[in-house]
């Protein structure tokens, strides 16, 4: 599976931009999606995470309420709506893919990884 995110860039605080993740093959619609994000300096983190079917979501305790996570199996699409955005939400935001989606949003256990994409918030 081949993940391609896009959607990032620059945007003032209170802001929203959505994030696309589109992935390639036929077997990607089995798998739990997500989104990490690695700010300078600090470790790669989960920000939200969906199950194969869209039915369950997780989500960090610090975007909860202001983030989104939602996916399109038909067109093989996963989105992160992020609105309030907040400087610290700056980081490079990487969409991931792997068989369960509770170790992957604990753990950050993934079989697949995308490029990432640089969300910049401003205050």
């Known amino acids: 599976v081949q993940l391609v995110e896009s959607g990032g860039g620059l945007v003032q605080a209170g802001g929203s931009l959505r994030l696309s993740c589109a992935a390639s093959?036929?077997?990607?619609?089995?798998?739990?999606m997500g989104w990490f994000r690695q700010a300078p300096g600090k470790e790669r983190e989960s920000v939200a995470t969906?199950?194969?079917?869209?039915?369950?979501?997780y989500y960090a305790d610090s975007v909860k309420g202001r983030f989104t996570i939602s996916r399109d199996n038909a067109k093989n699409t996963v989105y992160l709506q992020m609105n309030s955005l907040k400087p610290e939400d700056t980081a490079v935001y990487y969409c991931?893919?792997?068989?369960?989606?509770?170790?992957?949003?604990?753990?950050?256990?993934?079989?697949?990884w995308g490029r990432g994409t640089q969300v910049t918030v401003s205050s």
């Open positions: 991931a893919a792997g068989p369960n989606p509770i170790m992957q949003h604990r753990t950050g256990k993934v079989d697949f």
């Open positions: 093959g036929r077997t990607s619609s089995m798998y739990a």
């Open positions: 969906i199950s194969p079917s869209g039915s369950i979501t």
